[in-house]
């Protein structure tokens, strides 16, 4: 992962990690189910962005260089593995 998007990538899980803390309090305070489920939401939408990032970088910095090389086997499997990638995250 390049070194930008690292620093992007981090400071965004430790938002959600406080967001995760944040719902922890929220169940054992006994706070309303709609607004804990609101909440999770709220931490999925963001792992979704964090996702997005590392896929963006991914393809910016690993398939890039496996085009780039013009290693056809690189090239396959960098898609392959991208294409799977993909359909997991649709499930």
Same mark, same amino acid.
């Given at each position: 992962?390049?070194k930008? %998007?690292?620093? !992007?990538?981090?400071? *965004?899980?430790?938002?959600? &990690?406080?967001?995760?803390?944040?719902?922890?309090?929220? /169940? @054992?305070?006994?706070?309303?189910?709609?607004?804990?489920?609101?909440?999770? %939401?709220a931490? !999925?939408?963001?792992? *979704?962005?964090?996702e997005? &990032?590392?896929?963006?970088?991914?393809?910016?910095?690993? /398939? @890039?260089?496996?085009?780039?090389?013009?290693?056809?086997?690189?090239?396959?499997?960098?898609?392959?593995?991208?294409?799977?990638?993909?359909?997991?995250?649709?499930?």
């Amino acid at each position: 992962m390049q070194k930008q %998007a690292k620093a !992007r990538v981090q400071k *965004r899980l430790q938002r959600i &990690e406080g967001q995760v803390r944040g719902l922890s309090r929220m /169940v @054992e305070d006994d706070r309303y189910c709609i607004d804990i489920v609101t909440q999770i %939401a709220a931490v !999925r939408a963001a792992l *979704r962005g964090v996702e997005e &990032e590392i896929l963006h970088d991914h393809v910016a910095h690993c /398939v @890039e260089h496996a085009i780039a090389s013009g290693n056809k086997t690189d090239q396959r499997r960098k898609v392959a593995e991208l294409i799977d990638v993909l359909s997991r995250a649709k499930r």
